[in-house]
């Protein structure tokens, strides 16, 4: 089995939810661009398990190791929108915007 | 506890090891130690809460007072029925050879003297309730006064010498603070402390003695140094007659002996039941005390024998002079003051005679009777709101419980048969012309005629004080009135022990006194006579009645004091009794105000010069040196090195606090490129 794909794949994604936390304005497209960089974490632990079954079948007790870390990262990353998205919409009550840039209160 | 344990079963045994026949007393004198140490704590106690007792103190320094007295009387009681001798001792700390203890020695004469200042201490304790009742230093009287007390206990309960001497000074001490009690004039405070000097001139007699036995003897106990007596320690042959004659001069301050006895008048500035106490238990007794605890090394052939020469010339001048000065005071209060230094005179020529039993007999009887005097005297000045005589007259019919009772203290002292004072100056009298018989010589037969000269004295100022007093017309302001209950009962009880405190030796017919105080560890070889001597008593006797006879005739007639006095003006005898010699004139111009010139010049220079100029220069040396420490080590070195630590830190935050923008993206941006920045190290690394 080759394992590249999933990485490129994985990588692609990541690159591009770094570039959305880091460059976009509005606070629910970095959340968004969050959940991409997981979700390609989630796709390496789902590839490296799937390629590295059989070197590891001899682990009885680890066998779905990989399914089962993608599968709290996804419960994570649900609770970590939960939170985000909600105080995302109370600093949008309190100031009419969910631009990033004007949240700069805690400086010097 | 352990220790102490052993300790007093080493002193049992000790004890036992003796030939004489004596108990050890069982838990009563195990238990003796209560006795100074019940009235140091009231003492305290007084101090801190005896303002807000109901009584203001009195009722604690009263309760004090009346278990020494249960106590003294319960161990009284059990000496004489069997002699009882206990030493116990808590071990403080050991410096070098020498042992430091508290200990409490319960035996026949010290058993004696917790009974008399027990007795005579609630006597006067109960009495000073009415006497100074008003006073501004009510609470304060009673905390000295209780000290007082328990200093005199701490001193005849100690076993060794260096506890003796802590007593000894704070009697010195509670007296001073007693006869100073109305400092606001001028003249207390004076008495106070020419009470307080002149004791401690005589003092340094006592050390010198201390210090010279204990080195030779090696400890501080008295029954190491009567040991060492009885066993012709030779060291201490050698030093026997300056350790004695240096222990007597302890003994003269504080029994008022000639030439230190100038104290003793100035001391009736304190309130009288302070004198009471002070003349009858406490303070004058000790050096008597002490002369009877070390009576072994005076009587002893071998030993300090030359220094009872001494001793009985001493006391013999003492009883003579002082008693002829009581004729001519016109105070009550310095009659019976100069009374007390006559009989002390009498109690240091028994001492002198080597008559221990005599000695303390007188000290005992005197005791109630002078206590018993100066509580009536008290009486009638509380009556009369003045000292002197000449404000008295016909008290008689006004005051009736003090004039009976003064009567029989007057008769007491004066030796009147059957009452106290006449068993024991005949006691003395017959001692007296024992040691003339037996190695004493003519100074024994000469001072023989000088007690019985003493005795007609004795009667004739007795008789002056109660005529003047009592009889003839009051010439004071005002109604004198009598004392209140609390104040006569005291001295009806006194009274009836000055009545009877003789019987308890009656030579030939009764002797249990004798053996009484004879119940120490070590034989005493005590003179006296076993049979009464008619000739001596009848002579005693004859010269008081002679006395009182010519006191009646020169002083009962006269209505007017004054005249009474110029009758006895004779040219030369009158001034110089009136001015008592002279001799607190010589301390006074002789030796007080030359020395305190000097003294004072050589002090103000010494602290001009010498003291001021090291206290100077160390002043002047240690600010120059803080000023280096100041100036070059803290303001330039550490000073610096904190100052500079301190702007760095402050610059580097400058700096740096630019990089907190409060944008959350810039952060991330930083945690990438340094999570980049790490992957790419590992990389080339590896």
Redesign the interface.
């Known amino acids: 089995m080759i394992v590249n794909q999933f990485l490129v794949l994985a990588a692609l994604l990541f690159s591009i939810g770094v570039y959305g936390v880091l460059v976009r304005r509005n606070a629910v497209l970095v959340l968004l661009s969050v959940e991409l960089m997981l979700t390609a974490v989630n796709i390496n632990l789902v590839a490296f398990w799937a390629y590295l079954q059989d070197p590891l079948a001899y682990l009885q007790d680890v066998q779905f190791a990989g399914q089962v870390f993608a599968l709290f990262v996804i419960a994570v990353a649900a609770a970590e929108v939960g939170i985000g998205l909600a105080i995302v919409v109370l600093i949008f009550r309190n100031r009419s915007s969910a631009n990033i840039d004007e949240l700069d209160l805690l400086k010097w | 506890m352990t220790h102490l344990v052993t300790t007093l079963f080493l002193y049992a045994e000790e004890g036992a090891e003796h030939a004489v026949e004596l108990a050890d007393g069982g838990v009563l004198a195990q238990w003796a130690w209560l006795i100074p140490a019940v009235p140091l704590v009231m003492m305290f106690a007084i101090a801190f809460f005896g303002r807000r007792l109901p009584n203001r103190g009195w009722e604690l320094a009263e309760f004090s007072m009346l278990f020494v007295a249960v106590y003294g009387v319960a161990l009284f009681i059990s000496n004489a029925d069997q002699g009882v001798y206990y030493e116990g001792a808590i071990e403080i700390a050991t410096v070098g050879s020498f042992v430091l203890e508290w200990g409490w020695v319960v035996d026949g004469l010290s058993i004696m003297m917790y009974a008399v200042v027990g007795i005579v201490g609630l006597a006067v304790f109960t009495y000073s309730k009415g006497y100074m009742e008003g006073d501004i230093r009510y609470t304060g009287f009673f905390a000295n006064f209780t000290l007082f007390a328990a200093a005199m206990l701490v001193l005849v309960s100690s076993p060794n010498m260096l506890q003796l001497i802590v007593g000894w000074e704070l009697v010195g001490l509670a007296s001073y603070l007693l006869i100073g009690h109305y400092w606001e004039d001028h003249e207390n405070n004076a008495a106070a402390i020419k009470a307080f000097i002149t004791n401690k001139v005589a003092d340094v007699g006592l050390f010198i003695g201390v210090i010279i036995v204990a080195v030779t003897v090696g400890s501080f106990r008295f029954s190491d140094v009567l040991d060492a007596v009885a066993n012709a320690d030779s060291a201490l042959i050698e030093v026997a007659f300056w350790a004695g004659l240096m222990l007597f001069i302890g003994a003269m301050g504080k029994s008022a002996q000639f030439p230190f006895h100038v104290w003793l008048p100035d001391a009736m500035a304190g309130p009288t039941p302070v004198s009471s106490l002070m003349h009858a238990a406490t303070m004058v007794t000790a050096g008597i005390y002490l002369l009877g605890r070390m009576f072994p090394l005076y009587q002893d052939e071998l030993f300090a024998v030359d220094v009872k020469t001494i001793i009985i010339i001493v006391g013999a001048v003492t009883l003579l002079l002082t008693g002829l000065i009581a004729l001519v005071q016109d105070d009550i209060k310095k009659v019976l003051a100069y009374s007390t230094l006559s009989q002390l005179g009498y109690m240091t020529v028994a001492m002198g005679a080597g008559a221990y039993t005599a000695g303390l007999f007188h000290l005992f009887t005197h005791a109630f009777f002078k206590g018993l005097l100066f509580l009536c005297a008290g009486s009638v000045i509380h009556a009369v709101h003045s000292n002197n005589m000449s404000d008295m007259g016909g008290l008689r019919k006004y005051m009736p419980s003090t004039f009976w009772t003064f009567i029989v203290g007057s008769l007491a002292l004066a030796g009147i048969f059957p009452l106290a004072g006449f068993w024991s100056k005949d006691e003395i009298l017959s001692s007296v012309s024992f040691d003339a018989a037996h190695g004493g010589g003519a100074v024994a037969s000469t001072v023989l005629v000088v007690a019985i000269v003493g005795a007609f004295i004795t009667a004739l100022y007795m008789a002056r004080a109660v005529y003047l007093t009592f009889y003839g017309e009051y010439k004071g302001e005002g109604h004198p009135h009598e004392s209140p209950k609390i104040m006569t009962y005291p001295l009806i009880g006194l009274a009836a022990l000055a009545a009877v405190a003789g019987f308890a030796n009656m030579p030939g017919i009764y002797t249990g006194f004798t053996d009484w105080v004879g119940a120490r560890l070590h034989v005493m070889g005590d003179h006296h006579a076993e049979a009464i001597n008619y000739l001596l008593a009848g002579l005693g006797l004859a010269a008081a009645g002679i006395g009182i006879a010519a006191g009646t005739r020169l002083w009962r007639a006269d209505r007017d004091t004054q005249a009474a006095r110029d009758r006895f003006r004779i040219p030369v005898l009158y001034p110089l009794l009136e001015n008592k010699y002279y001799i607190d004139d010589f301390y006074l111009r002789g030796i007080v105000n030359p020395t305190k010139g000097s003294i004072a010049r050589a002090t103000d220079w010494s602290n001009t010069y010498l003291l001021d100029g090291v206290v100077n220069g160390v002043g002047l040396g240690a600010g120059l040196l803080s000023k280096i420490v100041y100036g070059g080590i803290d303001q330039r070195g550490i000073d610096l090195a904190i100052n500079a630590t301190a702007a760095a830190t402050g610059e580097a935050g400058e700096q740096l606090?630019?990089t907190?923008?409060?944008?959350?993206?810039q952060y991330?941006?930083a945690l990438?490129a340094g999570a980049i920045l790490l992957v790419v190290g590992f990389l080339i690394l590896s």
Not at chain 2, 660 to 665: A, S, Y
């Open positions: 606090r630019h907190t923008t409060g944008r959350v993206q991330a941006g990438f």
